[in-house]
């Protein structure tokens, strides 16, 4: 079965600085989707970002970018010039791309809270 | 833009009540979820639901859940006879190819 850990249960970085969350996930599979959820305080999940696993290429979304490591099986998220509405619960997840029909849920970490001081 | 859309928002409910918690997915999904996040862990899948019948499902979803597409729009989670440990969000899901989540359901139960 798939796992997906979170090692930093919190994060703390200053208004406009970077800071990286850490990931690592387990799997057999060699096809997959990563990805990163942002919980704000509404509860809401919002997706930041995705990373597809044939792809070797770092995705990247703004001021969001991922270091994904397939060999290491790691997916680490920066945030760079960090705002004060970044501060949030980050989740890190995965998602098996078996064929169509399969349930490909969604495994999720524990969460990284991270907080953004002004 | 499209989303999901849940109801209610929040739901007070008393112990060994039957509540039902409603979802809207958006129309041309084919894939749907319930999953829950009890205050301050992770988020859980609960069941996927796929061709008008359930695809999988975890050792929480008890025969005290049930799931139903009853009219091709809606997609609901029933609890048959709440307990006290049931109290969490619930967030319903629908893709096609993104997962995109509802705002959640924060289910009381005292």
């Known amino acids: 079965a798939q796992t997906v850990t979170q090692s930093q249960p919190e994060m703390s970085v200053q208004e406009a600085e970077t800071v990286t969350l850490s990931c690592t996930y387990d799997?057999?599979?060699?096809?997959?989707?990563l990805f990163w959820y942002k919980q704000p305080p509404s509860r809401q999940m919002i997706l930041v970002i995705r990373?597809?696993?044939?792809?070797?290429q770092n995705a990247t979304e703004n001021r969001f970018s991922v270091n994904f490591q397939k060999a290491a099986k790691s997916f680490s998220l920066k945030i760079s010039d960090s705002q004060l509405g970044d501060a949030a619960m980050y989740f890190c997840?995965?998602?098996?791309?078996?064929?169509?029909?399969?349930?490909?849920?969604?495994?999720f970490g524990t969460g990284t809270l991270l907080a953004v001081q002004p | 833009e499209p989303e999901v859309t849940q109801t209610p928002s929040h739901q007070v409910t008393q112990m060994g009540q039957e509540v039902i918690l409603r979802c809207v997915p958006i129309?041309?999904?084919?894939?749907f979820y319930w999953y829950r996040q009890i205050l301050g862990q992770k988020v859980e899948f609960l069941v996927s639901?796929?061709?008008?019948?359930?695809?999988?499902k975890s050792e929480i979803f008890d025969d005290q859940f049930s799931v139903e597409r009853p009219d091709g729009s809606n997609f609901t989670l029933k609890i048959r006879s709440t307990k006290l440990e049931d109290s969490a969000m619930y967030f319903c899901?629908?893709?096609?190819?993104?997962?995109?989540f509802g705002q959640g359901t924060r289910l009381t139960v005292v």
């Open positions: 899901a629908s893709r096609t190819g993104e997962a995109f």
């Open positions: 997840a995965y998602r098996s791309a078996r064929s169509r029909g399969a349930t490909n849920k969604l495994i």
């Open positions: 129309s041309n999904h084919l894939y």
């Open positions: 639901f796929y061709n008008n019948e359930i695809s999988e």
């Open positions: 799997t057999s599979e060699s096809d997959y989707y």
């Open positions: 990373q597809e696993a044939y792809k070797q």
